[in-house]
């Protein structure tokens, strides 16, 4: 509720969308999200001067103190991480559903279907009763025999129309946007426990076996919980290859059906479920593996002593920084540590080199050039800045409909007007994602340039061959 009444709301939740959840992306390492916020503040402040006129690290210190990020220190890091909270996923979550940007309508008549075919199972599966189970799969098989038999005699079936495709395409993206933010309060059930445990055996609030037993009966009763069943439930099935192999057949069909073509970001939400789902489950198992962790090192009395005589140390450090904060010292303060004599091989040190130096050059009577000043902030005003996201979509809008087309071809048909700036776009994107780029063969493609006189130019231009490819099966 704090994030809904917040000032810069909008701002807020437009970018943890676009940078988390319209990406994908579980956790943003620091040196990512820093500039990040840099450039959304830079854009919003185009049109809304007002707005976000902190500076970048302050957002980052105030979302994480309100509880919208989590801010880690994930192993094999040298830098923090930020992950979004149970709460921020809620919040987006709520704002999605409001607008419905992948449809712009409620899929009514899926939802009750899909209400009717729960209610029916749940009524079928909470009965002990064998006469119930047994009319349900009579009921069932007659059904399905029937239709078998229409088809044999008829060769017709029955298609789904326009309007019955995009509604059970639209109930099926919202539920797999659901259930990716559910993994974050699965995740804090685990974090929760791991914390409570850390917290008991560094402070020595009880003994190691109370602290033991306490959570393993806590890690047993998350695992009884209806949460914590249900997950390890979607674990096994997430994990099963040939579960796995049929939601990527069941992805490729989705992919060629007519109706879904202009669906793009459901189609983009479907295609990468299997691994964004993948990924979801190992971080939280990554979760339980510190919980493990912890127990495995306080049953190492070793730690356990090291751990106590550390907290006496840095008691003792309080108690005597306490009884000087009236009186401090004035001379020199001095902290003794002792350590052990450091080793290092000769061969580590590096050769001598003479220091850099540096070159005087007199200015004083250098005389600037107006107009060429001026020339060089019209040209530079006159840039055309770089369309990433149209970009983007219309390489994985071409995919959709070739297994690969060359930079040349895909420029053809789907930005005819591209200028010079458009292909380092192009070229810049097909080197994060991973595209086939031969410097050894050459692509020459017509495009546009601007002078800044609105005077547009032709120019045919040489690049290596770019060749854009569907993602293998593996990685949708």
Known sequence: MRM??????????????????????????????????????????????DALRDKPESYLTDWCEKRWLRRVLEAGRNEPVYQLTPHSEEVIEFVDRALHSDTGFVGTESRLRTIITLLDELVVGSSSDPAVHLERLRRDKAAIEEQ????????????????????????AVDLLKQLQGDFRAVEDKFREITQRVQHRHVYG???????????????DALKQEDQGISFFEFLRFIQSPEQQARLQSIIQVLLRIQELADQNDGLEVVRRMVTVLLAETEKVVHTTRRLSSTLRRLLDSRVQLERRRLAELLQQARGLAVAMSDDPPRSEVALEIDDELAIASPLSRTDWCPPAEFEEIDLTEHVPDEDAKHEAFREYASLRPIDWLGIRNRIDTALLQHERLTLGRLVAERHPGAQVVDLIGYLETAREQGHLIDRAAREELDVTTGDGTGQVRRLRVTIPLITFLRRPSNDN
């Open 4 to 49: 809904l009444r917040a000032v810069n709301v909008p701002y807020v939740v437009a970018f943890l969308y676009m940078r988390f959840k319209q990406t994908r992306t579980i956790s943003i390492p620091h040196s990512e999200l820093l500039p990040a916020i840099a450039n959304f503040r830079d854009d919003v402040q185009e049109h809304d001067a």
């Open 205 to 219: 609030d009880d003994s190691r076996g109370g602290i033991l037993a306490e959570a393993l009966d806590s890690e």
């Open 148 to 171: 078998i038999a229409r088809i044999e005699q008829d060769g017709i079936v029955t298609q789904y129309g326009p309007t019955r495709i995009r509604e059970q395409f639209a109930t």
